[in-house]
C-alpha cells in the first residue's frame, strides 16, 4: 500500500507563486510513477506533471509547462510542485497521484488552490 498526503494549497493572487508538497509512506520502494493531477468544477481531471522511474524523466501537461516543475526528495519521501505565474485557470484541486510497478494507483485527499485578486 501507497499513502498519500498532500500540503501547500491556498489563495494566491494572479501572477504569484505557491509550492505544493506530497509525502509518500508505505511501500514506496514500489512506486513506478509519481506526480500530480488537477480537476476544476466542470473539467476532467488532467496531468500536471509526473515522473516515470522507468522513462527516467517527467511529463508536463501542455498548460503548466516553463511554469510549473516538479522536484524529489528520496531522503524525505516527498515530491513538489513549484507553480509560477499562475492564472486564474489554474484554480483547481491538486491530487498527488502514484502507481506501483504492479499497476496499482493511489491518490492523495487533494489540495485547493486558488488564484484570484
Known amino acids: 500500500q501507497v499513502h498519500l498526503v498532500e500540503s501547500g494549497g491556498g489563495l494566491v493572487q494572479p501572477g504569484g507563486s505557491l509550492r505544493l508538497s506530497c509525502a509518500a509512506s508505505?511501500?514506496?520502494?514500489?512506486?513506478?510513477?509519481m506526480g500530480w493531477y488537477r480537476q476544476a468544477p466542470g473539467i476532467q481531471r488532467e496531468l500536471v506533471a509526473v515522473f516515470d522511474r522507468v522513462a527516467g524523466g517527467t511529463n508536463y501537461g501542455d498548460s503548466v509547462k516553463g511554469r510549473f516543475t516538479i522536484s524529489r526528495d528520496n531522503a524525505k519521501n516527498t515530491m513538489d510542485l513549484q507553480m509560477n505565474s499562475l492564472k486564474p485557470e489554474d484554480t483547481a484541486v491538486y491530487y498527488c497521484h502514484a502507481q506501483r510497478y504492479t499497476g496499482a494507483q493511489y491518490w492523495g485527499q487533494g489540495t485547493q488552490v486558488t488564484v484570484s485578486s
Open positions: 508505505g511501500s514506496v520502494s514500489s512506486i513506478r510513477s
